[in-house]
């Protein structure tokens, strides 16, 4: 039988602004690793994703991106230190403890994009309410 073996799979996101959209990632604490013919490539850590010169109002409102992180409540005091949500005219909840034995938050990008930044917290599944 063939190996099937994996390296990594990188989601494309549309932009609407690109170049708009090129500074929210970097402002959000992305690192542009390489940018040409219309794609941007950012990264961080061992996370990454292309970010396209190319947006569809359905793609854009439907995409969502999940990024499990260490700390989530770091993550969340980082993007609100630098102003995101009131630079870019963006979504940013709260983080909260789930049910599924998360704690995370939602984030839109200015195309529409949602984003729940999360972290792992064990144990059993959290009581409702």
């Known amino acids: 039988m063939d190996r099937l073996d994996t390296i990594e799979i990188k989601a494309f996101v ?13 402002d959000a604490g992305f ?7 219309g794609v941007a490539y950012f990264a ?17 409102g ?8 260490a700390d989530v409540d770091a993550w969340h005091r980082h993007l609100c230190e630098r102003g995101i949500a009131e630079r870019y005219g963006v979504r940013l909840d709260t983080p909260a403890d789930r049910p599924w034995r998360m704690r995370d938050f939602c984030m839109t990008d200015p195309s ?6 999360a972290q792992n917290i064990g144990g059993r599944p959290l009581a409702d309410g």
Request: charged share 25%.
């Open 112 to 117: 529409g994009v949602l984003w729940r930044i």
């Open 14 to 26: 549309p932009a609407r602004d690109y170049a708009l959209s090129r500074r929210f990632y970097a």
């Open 62 to 69: 439907n995409l969502v991106m999940h990024l499990l992180v």
């Open 44 to 60: 961080a850590g061992d996370c990454s994703f292309l970010l396209q010169d190319f947006h569809h109002p359905d793609l854009a």
């Open 31 to 37: 690192e542009e690793k390489s940018e040409g013919d």
